[in-house]
Antibody, heavy 121, light 108 residues
Framework: EVQLLESGGGLVQPGGSLRLSCAAS????????MSWVRQAPGKGLEWVSAISYSGDSTYYADSVKGRFTISRDNSKNTLYLLMISLRAEDTAVYYC??????????????WGQGTLVTVSS | EIVMTQSPATLSVSPGERATLSCRASQSVSSNLVWYQQKPGQAPRLLIY???TRATGIPARFSGSGSGTEFTLTISSLQSEDFAVYYC??????????FGQGTKLEIK
């Protein structure tokens, strides 16, 4: 069974930083592209970032480009999202998800339960 | 960037009736479209991929159709557990992967 477990969320002040983690199990993590998707309170889904199975290729939404960095440690089956210069509009539940069959040109198959990031003073 | 537009924003339907949800893309996405279901406090769940193929374990009352720019999700006979928010998402032109704003399916 695929499991994706996010952690690292919490309350942070505007301008602050946070690193999210997503521990993966139940599939061959090293063969799968991964992604972060967020959902602001009461709002819809917004894609944030994606990374290839090797980590060589990364992609970002314009809203986070230059502030967020996606990475992965395939030896630990873990996906990360480093967020700096956080803004109030980054407040959201952050989900990690894997791509179906591992490829970036597909859709999000399995999702974690999410971790809440609140940016507020 | 491809903009996905869902309609209606809210759909009120009685249990046992049919629900039809629409999704429109600002340019062709071929059949590279998925539908997700999301219940309060839960992560999205994949329902349909490739515009019309049900994901593993999804009941046959869920069906998807369309290609190009116009897509439809139909739930043939609504069960109580189907009342949720539904999102479409394209994966034809990325990044970004873009979602519709969602349709809330509520009990009439």
């Amino acid at each position: 069974e695929v499991q994706l477990l996010e952690s690292g969320g919490g309350l942070v002040q505007p301008g602050g930083s946070l690193r999210l983690s997503c521990a993966a199990s139940g599939f061959t993590f090293t063969s799968y592209a991964m992604s972060w998707v967020r959902q602001a309170p009461g709002k819809g889904l917004e894609w944030v970032s994606a990374i290839s199975y090797s980590g060589d290729s990364t992609y970002y939404a314009d809203s986070v480009k230059g502030r967020f960095t996606i990475s992965r440690d395939n030896s630990k089956n873990t996906l990360y999202l480093l967020m700096i210069s956080l803004r109030a509009e980054d407040t959201a539940v952050y989900y990690c998800a894997n791509f179906w069959s591992g490829y970036l040109d597909t859709y999000f198959d399995s999702w974690g339960q999410g971790t809440l990031v609140t940016v507020s003073s | 960037e491809i903009v996905m537009t869902q309609s209606p924003a809210t759909l009120s339907v009685s249990p046992g009736e049919r629900a039809t949800l629409s999704c429109r893309a600002s340019q062709s996405v071929s059949s590279n479209l998925v539908w997700y279901q999301q219940k309060p406090g839960q992560a999205p769940r994949l329902l349909i991929y490739g515009a019309s193929t049900r994901a593993t374990g999804i009941p046959a009352r869920f069906s998807g159709s369309g290609s190009g720019t116009e897509f439809t999700l139909t739930i043939s006979s609504l069960q109580s557990e189907d009342f949720a928010v539904y999102y479409c998402q394209q994966y034809n032109n990325w990044p970004p992967y873009t979602f519709g704003q969602g349709t809330k399916l509520e009990i009439k």
